[in-house]
T-cell receptor, first 116, second 112 residues
Framework: AQSVTQPDIHITVSEGASLELRCNYSYGATPYLFWYVQSPGQGLQLLLKYFSGDTLVQGIKGFEAEFKRSQSSFNLRKPSVHWSDAAEYFCAVGALNTGTASKLTFGTGTRLQVTL | EAQVTQNPRYLITVTGKKLTVTCSQNMNHEYMSWYRQDPGLGLRQIYYSMNVEVTDKGDVPEGYKVSRKEKRNFPLILESPSPNQTSLYFC???????????FGSGTQLSVL
């Protein structure tokens, strides 16, 4: 069964500092990987996704993520964090095989706090 | 404006009183899904639908029902709510599972 681990429950960074949020997945085949962001009181918004090809994926709001098959990771990065990036971030993995084609598994989330 | 609309936004009910949370999308999406969000557990999929009249269980379907009679609507039904169903619920839709999902604003349900 597929699974996603986000080891950091809560991260605090200063505005202007770089950011890396960790995501490790478990899945036997090629995964579909996503990062979503949830601002307070809102639904989730897609930041970026990876299916195949270039392992460095660019997303919205200046975010990027790198797929590393050898480490089963899909970490999210941003070179310079803005105060408006404070939110909860979710990594998700989708199954490629048709037997579980419609299952999207989310991690438990990482809450980002940005100090001024 | 493209959107997923959930109603109600907040709901307080009592154990055993049937309720329905509505979800509607205006993007002609085939894929729709329900999730519940609980502290420390992230989002867990309850049910999903690949198209009209096609629904299937997610990871935590017990105590819930869904129907997909029209493409735009995907209501979540709790026939006999219990306190362990107190949670924040999200509906989502997309052209397919691996396409961008659009989420509603959520329904905060409290079952007393």
């Amino acid at each position: 069964a597929q699974s996603v681990t986000q080891p950091d429950i809560h991260i605090t960074v200063s505005e202007g500092a770089s950011l890396e949020l960790r995501c490790n997945y478990s899945y036997g085949a090629t995964p579909y990987l996503f990062w979503y962001v949830q601002s307070p009181g809102q639904g989730l918004q897609l930041l970026l996704k990876y299916f195949s090809g270039d392992t460095l994926v660019q997303g919205i709001k200046g975010f990027e993520a790198e797929f590393k098959r050898s480490q089963s990771s899909f970490n999210l990065r941003k070179p310079s964090v803005h105060w408006s990036d404070a939110a909860e971030y979710f990594c998700a993995v989708g199954a490629l095989n048709t037997g579980t084609a419609s299952k999207l598994t989310f991690g438990t989330g990482t809450r980002l706090q940005v100090t001024l | 404006e493209a959107q997923v609309t959930q109603n109600p936004r907040y709901l307080i009910t009592v154990t055993g009183k049937k309720l329905t949370v509505t979800c509607s999308q205006n993007m002609n999406h085939e894929y729709m899904s329900w999730y519940r969000q609980d502290p420390g557990l992230g989002l867990r999929q309850i049910y999903y639908s690949m198209n009209v009249e096609v629904t299937d269980k997610g990871d935590v379907p017990e105590g819930y029902k869904v129907s997909r009679k029209e493409k735009r609507n995907f209501p979540l039904i709790l026939e006999s709510p219990s306190p362990n169903q107190t949670s924040l619920y999200f509906c989502a839709s997309g052209r397919g599972l691996y396409e961008k999902l659009f989420f509603g604003s959520g329904t905060q349900l409290s079952v007393l």
